[in-house]
């Protein structure tokens, strides 16, 4: 039987999807599971790392019942995955040591006040590409040496492992090759002094972090071993696993943005904003920079940037306030209005992110008048996503050189045509919505296909499946500067209120 299709894993934060792909490009099968969620405490957020295997297994299997293929067919396999939720196993039994803690687990929020006291905490942002954090795997790992009398244990006897999801599922689903994550998940953890292109031996120290337990950095294709898997009908295969990146990279590839200075944004909880930069690697203060992926010996970098909660903001609409009744009301409250009448929402309900990085500020509305309508309010939102993007690509353009011609966007808000116009307008560039949502997945299968030589270079790929759907600008320049004037001067004032309710020097008495 021949070997003609290739399979794509994506295991997320809140489930696993699993795609059969043909070397046409073409989805034959797709399946998803859920991943549960456990909340020890208040703040604490884990996984089940068994369950987590499990339900890659189970999505694998139904997809390829869904593709009518059996399992000897595949010819390769790629793993993406969520980054800073990190596993940690015991190499000789094979066993996990405790839950998984995610990237959204607070419970190293202590380690930022340690980390401002340590003499080389100024480096961290250049060294790793990003900031510290509480979703960082690298504190969430210095609580577990502190803390955590198992992982004590496998370390002082030389077994334990850590890793990201993927490098867990080889070890418990199949065999790895040896102890590796590509480059894009080695930096995820933390851990990684990028331009230098290893571990931070003083930051490791500090954390008390082993090295010797931590996965060796290749290249995004390359030959990490095997999983073994089943189809409906009980008969098995060992798939060679090619391919392993991160799942925001992964949506970058799949997306076709690789050449620098094309972009794309996943809107989610929050946005994120990711822009390909090519082969240089980029000294930027207020973005953070990641690898992208390692082809034929060329590491490649993008920038990340993450707007504020957009989508968190929608459902606490919906479920606190009562302003929407469902996702699909957004767009009829949208258009009920031909703009948003003067109303300027910064929706800084967790602070802002990217380019101002300001934690203290927090949600306004400004110029609310009897006259304003909930279709106001929800435009004003919409507006804010749109001003915020529009910031964030001012700030690529003034720190890189380079100009953003176009967005692709999926997810969340985007299923709004008037929010996608909205973003247009206020960008000043097309704004195009793939019909296609796999993304992540099916860009893994892609790449095993690059490692396994069904396609010799990028070139050959083929394009994402469906079609697009494109808003184009429809403001003057003059109107996308007048609004974003008024927008910078909300935010100006949510950070000064932010300032003085956290700084108490600068309340007046």
Not at 54 to 79: F, M, N, R, S, Y
Not at 346 to 369: H, K
Request: hydrophobic residues 40%; contains cysteine.
């Amino acid at each position: 039987m021949s070997k003609s299709y290739l399979l794509g894993v994506d295991q997320g934060t809140s489930g696993t999807k699993a795609v059969i792909v043909s070397l046409a490009g073409q989805v034959l099968g797709h399946a998803y599971r859920p991943v549960t969620r456990i909340y020890p405490r208040p703040g604490w957020v884990e996984q089940d790392p068994t369950a987590v295997a499990a339900g890659v297994g189970e999505a694998i299997t139904e997809a390829i019942k869904h593709a009518h293929i059996q399992p000897d067919q595949i010819v390769a396999c790629g793993l993406a995955c969520q980054r800073n939720t990190e596993f940690a196993w015991d190499v000789r039994t094979g066993q996990p040591i405790g839950n998984a803690i995610t990237w959204q687990d607070l419970r190293s929020l202590p380690f930022l006040e340690d980390l401002k006291q340590w003499p080389l905490s100024a480096e961290v942002h250049q060294r790793l590409g990003y900031g510290p954090g509480p979703y960082m795997s690298a504190l969430h790992l210095a609580w577990r040496v502190k803390n955590d009398q198992a992982f004590q244990d496998a370390n002082r006897s030389g077994r334990l492992r850590l890793g990201l999801s993927a490098a867990w599922l080889l070890h418990t689903l199949g065999r790895p090759s040896g102890h590796y994550m590509d480059t894009s998940l080695v930096q995820a953890m933390g851990l990684y002094d990028f331009r230098a292109r290893q571990y931070w031996a003083e930051w490791l120290a500090f954390l008390g972090v082993p090295p010797d337990a931590l996965p060796v950095a290749m290249p995004t294709v390359h030959d990490y071993g095997f999983l073994h898997i089943t189809g409906p009908d009980g008969k098995t295969a060992d798939v060679p696993v090619l391919a392993m990146i991160g799942d925001q990279q992964a949506a970058l590839f799949g997306h076709n943005r690789r050449r620098p200075g094309e972009a794309e944004c996943t809107h989610g909880t929050a946005s994120y904003v990711k822009v390909f930069l090519g082969r240089e690697t980029p000294n930027l203060g207020k973005m953070d920079v990641f690898y992208a992926w390692h082809l034929n010996g060329q590491q490649t970098y993008c920038l990340e940037a993450p707007t504020t909660v957009i989508g968190a903001v929608i459902r606490w609409m919906r479920d606190e306030v009562n302003l929407v009744k469902d996702y699909e009301e957004l767009d009829v409250l949208a258009k009920s209005v031909p703009d948003s009448s003067g109303l300027y929402f910064v929706p800084a309900f967790t602070g802002l992110n990217a380019p101002y990085g300001d934690p203290s500020a927090r949600g306004t509305l400004f110029g609310l008048t009897l006259g304003h309508t909930r279709g106001h309010i929800i435009r004003a939102l919409m507006e804010a996503l749109g001003y915020q993007l529009r910031d964030i690509l001012t700030s690529v353009s003034e720190e890189t050189g380079i100009e953003v011609n176009e967005l692709l966007v999926g997810g969340g808000v985007s299923a709004s045509d008037i929010a996608c116009q909205i973003q247009a307008d206020l960008l000043g560039i097309p704004v195009k919505r793939p019909e296609f949502t796999e993304t992540t997945s099916w860009a893994a299968a892609l790449l095993a296909g690059l490692g396994a030589d069904v396609w010799r270079d990028l070139s050959e790929l083929p394009p994402l499946p469906g079609h697009y759907t494109r808003f184009s600008p429809q403001l003057t320049n003059g109107q996308q500067e007048a609004g974003s004037e008024r927008w910078k001067q909300a935010v100006s004032l949510t950070r000064a209120w932010g300032d003085e309710l956290h700084n108490p020097s600068l309340q007046k008495s």
